[in-house]
């Protein structure tokens, strides 16, 4: 293999939900002026993923510099996105970095990392914060059936993560990010008021793994 790991490594933002409890799509939120779709992409893409897939469901978005791919079965949750993104990938991708549309305050540093592990010889590898298991995740292609197979409702990788901790390489990420997600009104205006996003801020509320 004699191309950098960046190259191989593709890059998938889950972003279908409907946003029940913030009530509007997190897909088409702007924050701090940017939309949490473009702003995932940006975060994939800058932490060396290409290409980026964009998995959309309750509402359409387009998305610069990525492709989009819509879930029809959207409103079933987590697993069958994820599902749909995995499928949505090129033969060519070795790899992919999952990524959530509503943690904007992850930086590029932690897909960095997990690209790295991945090149090391990691065969999963899933970004910490403060010592737990959070987000981002990067599965090799070896895994893409079975982490399709187990995902289901709005579990995502996590059945498959907790089938096999033997394959799980933990990477700390806790100075490349804060894993905070925005889950309601409330949590749009706690992160909103960030005064410097390049800034980790550790013990925000956070989802587990995808």
Request: hydrophobic share 45%; glycine share 12%; with cysteine.
């Amino acid at each position: 293999m004699n191309e950098p790991a960046a190259t191989r490594c593709a890059g998938l933002l889950l972003a279908a939900g409907a946003g029940a409890r913030l009530g509007t799509p997190k897909a088409a939120l702007e924050f701090q002026g940017e939309r949490l779709a473009d702003r995932g992409v940006r975060l994939l893409r800058d932490g060396g993923c290409h290409p980026v897939v964009v998995v959309i469901g309750a509402v359409t978005v387009r998305v610069r510099g990525a492709v989009t791919v819509r879930n029809p079965s959207w409103a079933t949750g987590m697993g069958s996105s994820l599902r749909t993104g995995l499928d949505a990938l090129p033969l060519t991708a070795e790899a992919v970095v999952v990524a959530l549309a509503d943690q904007p305050l992850i930086r590029p540093g932690a897909v960095r990392r997990l690209i790295e592990a991945w090149a090391r010889g990691a065969a999963v590898a899933v970004a910490t914060y403060g010592g737990a298991p959070r987000n981002p995740v990067l599965i090799g292609r070896e895994h893409f059936g079975e982490v399709g197979r187990l995902a289901a409702g709005d579990a995502g990788a996590r059945p498959f993560l907790r089938a096999h901790p033997d394959l799980v390489t933990l990477v700390p990420c806790d100075d490349v990010g804060d894993p905070a997600d925005i889950d309601t009104p409330g949590d749009l205006a706690r992160l909103s008021g960030a005064a410097d996003t390049d800034r980790p801020r550790p013990g925000g509320a956070s989802s587990s793994p995808s």
